[in-house]
């Protein structure tokens, strides 16, 4: 939906009335006349066109040509050769290759001198975390992950933890506050992100990165109600996650 998280701030009570009523009913719109739909959410038509120019939008009418065309736009169910492009469209957030096995390189050599390894995430990206550690414990060099963000971290000497921090944004504030407490006991610190420019990529010893669009889907639930999710792609850090792994270990292969 157009509706965003500043817009919605600046809502009065009334006007919050009439947005969650168009969130959980975006069908009926059509059908009902401004004094209708003033009638029906006992407000005012003056709260109903207030809130239409919040919505940068001239009237009433449309209004609900913005309902209308998200609402076809979100019934739409898009193309196999869509979800590819944004599948593939990804690209490595780096200057040149010679410049990306560097990192890598260098990644490494801290995971092979570690004598603790702990991949961190929430959310999507604490799944991501869970299968960085799981990947790398199969492949033979034990680790950790941490997807929750009351877990304790262990005021002790981290001289040799390595911490690979995971975050799509760069910006979710538990890892940040997470990888300063790491930093001031002594670990060092990998990122891997969407893109350079944001805080835990800048708290970093290697910053690595990837560039790829955001993607935010609206899901329709069982009640109408809309709910915005992020559907970017995780395969770049699963494709990093599992380089850094593969070159840890090396490369001798048992194929049964």
Do not use: W
């Amino acid at each position: 939906m157009f509706f965003s998280q500043e817009k919605i701030k600046n809502f009065s009570a009334m006007e919050k009335n009439v947005y969650e009523y168009i969130q959980k009913n975006p069908q009926e719109i059509d059908k009902l006349q401004l004094r209708e739909l003033a009638t029906k959410l006992h407000v005012s038509t003056a709260t109903i066109l207030r809130f239409c120019k919040k919505m940068d939008c001239s009237g009433y009418a449309e209004l609900k040509f913005k309902v209308k065309e998200n609402l076809a736009f979100l019934t739409e169910p898009a193309t196999l050769d869509e979800v590819k492009i944004s599948i593939n469209d990804f690209r490595l957030g780096i200057v040149d290759d010679q410049e990306f096995e560097s990192q890598i390189a260098e990644v490494v050599k801290l995971m092979r001198i570690a004598n603790k390894i702990i991949f961190i995430g929430i959310g999507t990206s604490g799944i991501m975390a869970k299968y960085g550690s799981a990947y790398l414990t199969t492949m033979g060099k034990s680790a950790q992950y941490v997807d929750t963000s009351n877990f304790p971290i262990p005021i002790e000497d981290h001289q040799k933890t390595l911490i690979i921090a995971l975050s799509s944004s760069g910006q979710t504030t538990v890892i940040a506050d997470r990888i300063m407490t790491f930093r001031e006991l002594g670990a060092r610190i990998v990122t891997i992100t969407n893109g350079c420019e944001n805080t835990i990529a800048k708290l970093a010893d290697i910053a690595l990165y990837y560039a790829i669009p955001e993607e935010e889907f609206i899901i329709i639930s069982p009640t109408k109600s809309m709910i915005r999710v992020n559907g970017a792609s995780q395969i770049p850090t699963i494709y990093l996650i599992e380089t850094l792994v593969k070159n840890c270990v090396g490369t001798t292969r048992y194929i049964t």
